[in-house]
């Protein structure tokens, strides 16, 4: 009774326990020490490059058979190794059924880590690759949004798009989902320059498939336009030298907005009034402005159109 409460009195002492710890110690280094054999898992990170191939996920995990000492394994397990492998480099691949035998992979890895001889194999033999035949299909890139100008400010000219297309590269059955490539504009402040903005591509749509961009450079000239008008007499033309004709009104108003700067050197000579004759049941011609600079906007002819009568 007395031994046993000094055995007691000595497990809980400070001797005691330094004598666990160190006990501890000693079993757990010549346990770790000792050879095994086990699974320890391994990440495989794919590349693909070119249009033809789809990765449907960036990496797969595996399992490797793995004999080396307890510290190793401890360590693999707890540190996995990453293996690198561009698809281009499979000795053969079927995209209805792509795979990757474990062989190969042991190959693989011993390339990538020559001092390493430990793995005899991966689980399984033969590993399903995550890959699929892409498709490709070409977009004209659309604005999300419009520019937004300043008060009396318009544009001079057309935008001007950095690519004219875009192209996805997908499974067939996600690219059908895809209506169009969309672009939102970065900016929401009133314009009143030249200006080049950047538009980048929804994340919801980015993420669908793999773009050729997902950001296209937008851009245009602005100027402050004004407003003017003219009376202008209207003009027949390719009337038949046998026929004379009279025209209600003989006159129309044409009004419209260009650049400060081009106003000054139009005036009402710059303008015709057109109506080109061409018989018909209702009597009445449409009118064509002509001499119009090519920045003109917001055209209106008032009337746009005129009646005429075959004088006798």
């Known amino acids: 009774m007395v031994k046993q409460l000094g055995s007691k009195r000595f497990l809980w002492s400070k001797q005691g326990l330094l004598f666990l710890l160190f006990a501890s110690v000693i079993w ?5 020490s000792k050879s095994y054999s086990t699974l320890v898992p391994v990440t495989v990170k794919l590349h693909a490059s070119g249009d033809a191939v789809l990765l449907l ?82 977009f004209i890139p659309e604005l999300n949004n419009s520019i937004i100008l300043a008060e009396g400010y318009q544009l001079t000219a057309p935008l001007r798009i950095s690519q004219d297309s875009v192209y996805a590269v ?28 950047r538009a980048y591509m929804p994340d919801s749509l980015s993420r669908m498939a793999r773009w050729s961009t997902t950001h296209i450079d937008v851009s245009g000239t602005v100027d402050r336009y004004s407003a003017i008008s003219f009376d202008l007499p209207v003009v027949l033309t390719q009337v038949p030298d046998s026929l004379r004709l009279a025209l209600s009104p003989k006159k129309v108003k044409v009004k419209f907005a260009a650049p400060l700067a081009e106003l000054k050197a139009i005036n009402a000579s710059s303008l015709t009034a057109e ?38």
């Open 170 to 197: 997908a499974a067939a059955s996600v690219l059908d989902s895809i209506v169009a490539a969309v672009f939102d504009l970065s900016t929401d402040v009133p314009l009143k320059e030249d200006f080049r903005l």
């Open 57 to 138: 996920a960036p990496s797969l995990d595996v399992q490797a058979q793995m004999t080396a000492s307890g510290f190793s394994i401890l360590y693999r397990k707890t540190f996995p190794r990453l293996i690198r492998l561009d698809v281009s480099q499979l000795p053969e691949l079927d995209l209805n059924n792509p795979r990757l035998q474990s062989l190969f992979l042991v190959d693989v890895y011993k390339q990538q880590y020559p001092s390493a001889n430990d793995v005899e194999r991966f689980i399984p033999l033969s590993i399903p690759l995550p890959l699929a035949r892409a498709a490709k299909r070409t």
């Open 28 to 32: 757990t280094i010549n346990t770790l």
């Open 275 to 312: 109506a080109t004759y061409s018989p018909n049941d209702s009597g009445v011609l449409t009118i064509r402005v002509n001499g119009l600079p090519p920045t003109a906007k917001q055209l209106i002819v008032t009337p746009s159109s005129v009646n005429y009568l075959i004088v006798e």
